[in-house]
């Protein structure tokens, strides 16, 4: 009995942490966050230029901040925004994604996944103990990504995330 051997054919985009100091990864993280503004929002308004401006430069005083991007030949398609937070329940490091993107005509072609595990082998060698994320209820293509790669909510309910703005 001849048994096949199932292939991946995900293209694979390579994925590294950017340097919030080089002017074209700078504009790539603006660009791609920008375009998420923009399909993101209920009201579809781009960043402001104020936000463009001051964006990259505020990642780079958060102590442990970082971003992933995944490129296709020198495209950016997608980015990881990580925020270093701390797990009282652990007494331990944890990782936040507060925002993961990829370009809508790159989507479905496995980059989110590969995002999303470039953050966990960075978190890994960070000594975190878990990363956490939000996603609209609305985002249900995010939502299932999410929980393919095994992220779920640990009370078992559906966690909303509030804000407040001052």
Known sequence: MLIEQMVDTTPVYPVRPANLDDPVDEAAI????????????????????????QLVPGLRVIDGAFVMLAHYESLAVGLAVCLPGYSTFAAQRLINVHDLVVRTEYQGQGIGSQLLRAVEAHARTLGCCKITLEVREENQGAERLYRRLA????????????????
């Open 151 to 166: 992220y779920s909510d640990p009370s078992g309910q559906r966690t909303r995330f509030l804000e407040r703005l001052l």
């Open 30 to 53: 603006v660009e791609l966050l920008d375009l998420y503004a923009r399909t993101a929002q209920p009201d579809g308004d781009p960043l402001t230029p104020e936000v463009c401006e």
